[in-house]
């Protein structure tokens, strides 16, 4: 079994079919090249030494091509700690979802529920503007990521212009870096401000391609993927057909793998080829959508 890592040997030497097929269903993080980039710069961002003009950065890549679980990632190597001179909380980093509409009152609740602090929904919003302020530098944060930014930036031009206002009195007023993520619409909102624009760094997660960095996506697959055989998913007409299925989405390779791999096991192939990937039950994302028009 030498395609595989040694801890995934380690799996199929100890455990039944059935728990290799929940250990499928588990999330392993991959850290391929561009994601490593990212958190660099990240990384970079989080130690910048404060001015009045704090540089920003904007995470933009289609839906399901991994830029929550990249964030998260980073989010949770940075949480909460107590610091040990003071022995007060500290947390470097916040990370909050977008409400799902551009409501300012629950944008700032979303930032005090993850802290979990108290709000009266008669609270005005200036002033639970100022509580939220206050909060963030007492815990000394140093970056506030938030994810699904469209959603802040989807009303009508004059509720984006006071969300983006919003997020530059933030930036402004904590003088740390604000990183937003989401779709190519957040992108061409914060262009509508040249001032946002200017502080704002794109940063993108783009489809994958038939291409070397592919190539070795699939390769770290392989080596964590539980089967006895080797698939040799780096193949041409293997990795052309896993590409094609996902349409270049990190999440949709993620389940074409996982439901192959499955499959593989329950089949007793224990190696994925055409024949199991034809066979698998997933509906590509563009085959998805033709199916609801049809409703
Ligand atoms: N680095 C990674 N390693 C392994 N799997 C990954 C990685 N990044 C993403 N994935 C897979 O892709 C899926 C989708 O990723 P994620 O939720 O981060 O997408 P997203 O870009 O935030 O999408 P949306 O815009 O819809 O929120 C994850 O659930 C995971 O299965
Ligand atoms: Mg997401």
Not at 29 to 48: E, M
Request: charged letters at 30%; aromatic letters at 6%; one cysteine or more.
């Amino acid at each position: 079994m030498k395609h595989l890592h040694p801890k995934t040997i380690e799996l199929i030497n100890n455990f039944s079919d059935k728990e290799r097929i929940k250990s499928i269903k588990k999330f392993k993080w991959i850290g391929y090249t561009n994601a490593k980039k990212i958190q660099k710069k990240l990384d970079d961002l989080l130690d910048y030494p404060k001015n009045l003009r704090m540089p920003n950065l904007l995470l933009v890549g289609d839906s399901n091509n991994g830029k929550t679980v990249l964030l998260d990632r980073f989010a949770n190597q940075n949480g909460s700690h107590i610091d040990e001179e003071t022995q007060e909380l500290r947390l470097s980093v916040l990370m909050i979802q977008a409400p799902p509409d551009p409501d300012e009152k629950r944008f700032y609740n979303a930032i005090l529920e993850s802290l979990f602090a108290p709000y009266r929904s008669a609270e005005k919003v200036e002033l639970r503007q100022q509580r939220v302020i206050h909060l963030l530098k007492k815990l000394k944060l140093k970056m506030l990521i938030i994810d699904e930014i469209h959603h802040l930036l989807a009303g009508t031009m004059s509720k984006q212009r006071s969300f983006l206002n919003v997020i530059k009195y933030l930036s402004n007023e904590l003088k740390i870096p604000i990183v937003c993520s989401g779709t190519r619409d957040a992108f061409n909102a914060i262009q509508t401000d040249s001032q946002l624009a200017n502080r704002f760094e794109p940063k993108v997660l783009p489809k994958w391609n038939n291409d070397q960095e592919y190539l070795r996506l699939l390769a770290s697959f392989e080596k964590i993927l539980p089967l006895k055989q080797p698939s040799y998913l780096i193949e041409n007409s293997l990795a052309t057909l896993i590409l094609s299925k996902s349409e270049g989405l990190i999440g949709e390779i993620t389940k074409v793998l996982e439901l192959s791999a499955i499959l593989a096991i329950e089949s007793k192939i224990e190696k994925i080829n055409r024949n199991v990937i034809e066979n698998i039950d997933y509906t590509s994302p563009s085959d998805r959508r033709k199916m609801i028009y049809r409703l």
